[in-house]
């Protein structure tokens, strides 16, 4: 998969700050502990720089016991903050990346579906598993420990600069040497991880898919392709990882001389001037250990940029999981008796540049009225039902939901697009109007064509229609589905659905499906091809049902093939296919 452009770095700091909200709990304490951390190491320095001092005769005022207990003191603390830093990483590091891990997993049930899936589910669930994580631990944990290790290099520096201030100076003309490596290793190793990351997210497209659709590759024999792709994708993977890491071991050789270098200045140093008699042997040790506080935040940087870099590209990818706009919020627009619905010179496309799916198209559905849609394949039915349920919207034209009951109440003023209301030209006198939006989705109940059970108990997947319904109402409603099978299955509505309706057929999961929908209150069901998988018999006895069970102000659209269906509807719509291109109109 070719990699997306990159985005500028301000661009997604502040796009961390913006999520680090829910996590600066976890940063701020982390900070803290951090700080605390290189108190003690400096304590830790200048104590036993003391004890040396005072065992070799420089220091007399003060006692070796007491400097012992001060020692001790310091390294009992020590382990105190280490085994706090541990406890607020197991207690507080999951919180922090479920909350941002929820925070984007609701953004993506709301964004706006443009009928045209942009990316992989695979590639999804790797930005929402792998780039969350590496986004939290880079915010809760790495900038904590960036801090506490510039407080501990400039620390060094005065402590070090107090005692040798020549010394001090030579040791930090690493700085800028470090500082012109670092600027070209980000630069390279950010489009190096970026093209891993993608990688990472097409092997998890293919174990998905392939696990998914196992019987269909089972049956058509082609296992061993989807190995094959699966083994070729795995090499690309490992050749990005082999170029990584060997620019990246290259890099750190550089700067890994420049410490040895360093260590073996303070040395030769610290040695001519304990020669010469002017330093202690405690300032000798002190020179070594400070050193080693000076180049040591240098190291850590070292294995903190291909973490940042890491966390870079993380925040890009998710960062463009947000780009999708948001689809409308609001009050829900509720009819509170039946709904019809009429499009005007409806056109539609899902590109520009390919032919229209629907063109000038109008049509009613007035309130209470049973009809069934009928068409070849590709000559719109379902882009119909996507503009009626407001996934899509029209190219041209408008999609409104009416009522020629005085008592529709209306919440909202405005319509997703900002208009006013409009009144509908009816035979009716009084026609309350609303063009659809999700704010209208309120009145819709949805069976879609496709297997649409989760994995759970049939209960489960019942109240996810109703979640206030009770026992006695969804055995009505699987009544009324035909899906009364459930009610003598051993564990009733507890039976287990698994992954796919596994342990179900076709037509029984589909009637399943029915079923929720029927517990969904709302004054429009659209049924697209919900009858593809059943029998004669069970279709007939089914749409008897619904007969019944519709309430005489409630509106019935179905998307069907089948012509039994058609012999239940008041009205009949026959869509045809679109030749019309942009070129042509």
Request: hydrophobic share 40%; aromatic share 8%; proline share 3%.
């Amino acid at each position: 998969m070719k990699s997306e452009r990159l985005k500028s770095a301000g661009s997604i700091l502040r796009w961390f700050w913006q999520i680090s909200k829910n996590l600066r709990f976890q940063t701020t304490l982390n900070a803290i502990i951090g700080i605390i951390s290189v108190g003690l190491d400096f304590a830790f320095i200048w104590t036993t720089k003391l004890c040396i001092d005072i065992a070799t005769g420089r220091i007399t005022d003060v006692s070796l016991r007491s400097a012992s207990v001060v020692l001790i003191a310091i390294m009992v603390g020590n382990i105190c903050i280490g085994f706090a830093r541990r406890w607020i990483g197991a207690l507080l590091g999951v919180r922090s990346q479920n909350l941002m891990q929820l925070r984007l997993f609701r953004r993506l049930l709301a964004n706006e579906w443009n009928g045209r899936k942009s990316r992989h589910s695979g590639d999804v669930l790797n930005r929402l598993i792998r780039d969350v994580k590496d986004v939290t631990d880079v915010i809760t944990e790495t900038l904590p420990s960036a801090l506490s290790v510039t407080t501990r290099f400039v620390g060094a520096f005065f402590f070090l600069y107090s005692m040798d201030s020549k010394l001090a100076l030579l040791i930090i003309c690493i700085v800028p040497v470090f500082v012109v490596i670092s600027k070209f290793y980000v630069r390279k190793m950010r489009a190096i991880t970026r093209d891993v990351r993608d990688t990472e997210s097409s092997i998890q497209s293919i174990l998905q898919e392939s696990i998914q659709h196992r019987i269909i590759l089972k049956t058509l024999e082609r296992t061993g392709t989807m190995t094959e792709r699966l083994d070729h994708t795995q090499q690309h993977l490992r050749q990005q990882v082999r170029h990584r890491t060997v620019f990246s071991s290259l890099s750190g050789m550089l700067i890994s001389t420049g410490f040895a270098t360093g260590y073996l200045v303070t040395f030769i140093w610290g040695v001519t001037r304990l020669n010469e008699g002017s330093i202690t042997y405690g300032m000798m040790l002190a020179f070594i250990q400070l050193v080693g506080q000076i180049q040591g935040p240098f190291r850590d940087m070292t294995k903190f940029i291909p973490i940042i870099i890491s966390a870079f590209t993380a925040g890009e990818r998710l960062m463009e999981l947000e780009e999708a706009p948001v689809e409308q919020e609001g009050e829900p627009v509720k009819f509170s008796e039946g709904a019809g619905l009429r499009l005007t010179n409806v056109s539609f496309r899902y590109e520009e540049h390919e032919r229209y799916i629907l063109h000038n198209f109008s049509f009613d559905f007035p309130p209470g009225s049973s009809t069934a849609i009928l068409g070849e394949t590709g000559a719109g039915k379902t882009t119909l039902i996507r503009l009626i349920l407001a996934l899509l919207r029209p190219t041209e034209g408008k999609v409104e939901m009416y009522s020629t009951n005085e008592q529709c109440t209306m919440n909202n003023a405005q319509s997703a697009s900002g208009q006013e209301k409009e009144r509908c030209n009816g035979v009716a006198p009084i026609v309350n109007c609303e063009l659809v939006s999700p704010l209208t989705r309120c009145n819709l109940v949805y069976v879609p064509q496709d297997n649409t059970l989760f994995s759970g108990t049939v209960r489960d997947n019942l109240l996810l229609g109703n979640p206030d319904a009770t026992d006695e109402q969804m055995r009505e409603a699987l009544r009324t589905a035909c899906a009364d099978f459930v009610l003598s299955l051993p564990d009733g509505l507890d039976s287990i659905v698994g992954e796919n309706s596994t342990g179900l057929s076709q037509g029984q999961a589909q009637r399943i499906c029915i079923a929720r929908a029927l517990l969904r209150e709302g004054s429009i069901l659209l049924l697209d091809e919900a009858t593809s998988a059943l029998d004669t018999a069970t279709e007939t006895r089914l749409l008897q049902n619904l007969s019944q069970w519709k309430r005489s102000s409630q509106t019935l659209l179905f998307v069907t093939h089948r012509l039994a269906v058609v012999e239940h509807c008041t009205q009949v719509l026959q869509l045809t296919k679109q030749s019309l291109h942009p070129s042509t109109q």
